[in-house]
């Protein structure tokens, strides 16, 4: 029997985000003649019940989206918590979740908590937590997607979608993954605060804009 | 100055903000508020500021200028409730893009030299006992990523019981 797998990209960037490579990377472990995959962009916060309906009818949820000052971008957190309302409605099989989350720190641990979060998501929402994978300097997956998966800089992503494809075809429950780039963090930090750079002079700003500090003045609702 | 963020809707918001002193810019729900797109036009079009137009584009100066934050959310997951999450969100133009080491990780180079504490206010019914650790563990990250201390962290099961007088 084919399994219904939904892979869900919680980024405001959609087709252009790393979060969409990064499922496209694990669906590279989940055959298609076993796997039946269908793929939602969640990128506003305007919930929709009937599409919300759409991905509980599948039995695996792949979720990947982008770490947000500790957590789930806001949009998303709506779908959840949308998710989380439809399952409770209805009755019969729940699905298992397995997460994908990058951050923009080297570090992967950073996304530790969101990873909880999710878990306790799930608790309220009646779904089997699957697996999580923390990915550190998630930012510059979406620019390597002509590197072969499991080819340097891809090589420890490489291993862990291969852990994690093994936990989802078995369905199983499985401790979360950790995964630091294979390159070292003095390397991300120049290339990094390179690219802040280059990019405000191309938006035709000076060097010590970046520094800029802008004093409070303006009325909040 | 006191920046004050709520989730709070019609009595319940109004008798939070009776609490509250002149010194308090009062951040709330109003329906208007536009989510992050990730862009990082606060960080490298209009360094400081967030380039979606709306009520609350300034939030990074806004907080660069406080010395407390209050934070009063609804405990959703163990993390904050949308709007609360959407402010701050938006709010990261409080920190400069540039990388440093704290606490041993990489995190944002600070914008700002004052540095602001934390209140925090979390209400909710059955909040369990993993939402409550998750809560607290967010806002421990929250802190050393914006390098400012967190005071105090509260937790209720009925936002009606909450009275904040400053």
């Known amino acids: ?221 | 100055m006191i920046v004050l963020i709520h989730d709070l809707q019609g009595d319940q918001a109004e008798r939070l903000v009776a609490g509250y002193g002149k010194d308090t810019v009062v951040v709330s729900d109003d329906g208007s508020i536009k989510h992050c797109l990730g862009c990082f036009g606060c960080w490298t079009k209009e360094p400081g500021a967030c380039i979606i137009k709306d009520k609350y584009s300034s939030m990074g100066s806004l907080l660069g200028a406080c010395r407390e934050l209050h934070i009063v959310s609804e405990c959703v997951y163990g993390g904050f409730s949308p709007f609360i999450k959407n402010v701050l969100d938006r709010s990261i133009s409080y920190v400069h893009p540039d990388f440093r080491m704290r606490e041993g990780k990489t995190h944002h180079r600070l914008r700002y030299d004052r540095p602001f504490q934390i209140y925090a206010w979390f209400y909710g019914e059955a909040l369990t006992g993993n939402e409550q650790k998750t809560a607290r563990e967010l806002l421990v990250a929250n802190s050393i990523n914006m390098g400012c201390p967190v005071a105090e962290v509260h937790f209720l099961e009925d936002v009606a019981g909450l009275e904040v007088t400053v």
């Open chain 1, 1 to 221: 029997m084919v399994e219904k797998i939904a892979l869900v990209n919680g980024s405001p960037k959609g087709e252009k985000s790393a979060s969409r490579a990064i499922l496209s990377l694990i669906s590279q472990s989940l055959p298609e003649e076993q796997y039946a995959l269908s793929y939602f962009s969640l990128k506003t916060p305007q919930v929709d019940s009937d599409i919300a309906e759409q991905i509980l009818e599948h039995s695996i949820l792949l979720i990947a989206f982008p770490l947000y000052v500790d957590g789930v971008p806001s949009h998303m957190l709506r779908w959840l918590m949308e998710l989380e309302r439809t399952s409770r409605a209805a009755e019969g099989e729940k699905p298992v979740v397995y997460a994908l989350i990058n951050c923009g720190f080297y570090e992967a641990e950073q996304n530790k908590v969101v990873l909880e979060i999710l878990r306790n998501w799930c608790a309220k929402s009646n779904f089997r937590w699957g697996q999580g994978m923390a990915i550190g300097a998630g930012g510059v997956i979406g620019g390597l997607q002509h590197v072969p998966l499991g080819k340097w800089p891809l090589r420890r992503l490489g291993q862990a979608m291969g852990v994690m494809g093994e936990s989802i075809r078995g369905t199983e429950t499985a401790p979360d993954i950790f995964v630091s780039p294979d390159f070292p963090r003095i390397a991300y930090k120049l290339v990094a605060e390179f690219g802040w750079r280059r990019s405000i002079r191309r938006n035709g700003l000076k060097l010590r804009d970046l520094h800029r500090r802008v004093p409070w003045a303006q009325n909040l609702p």
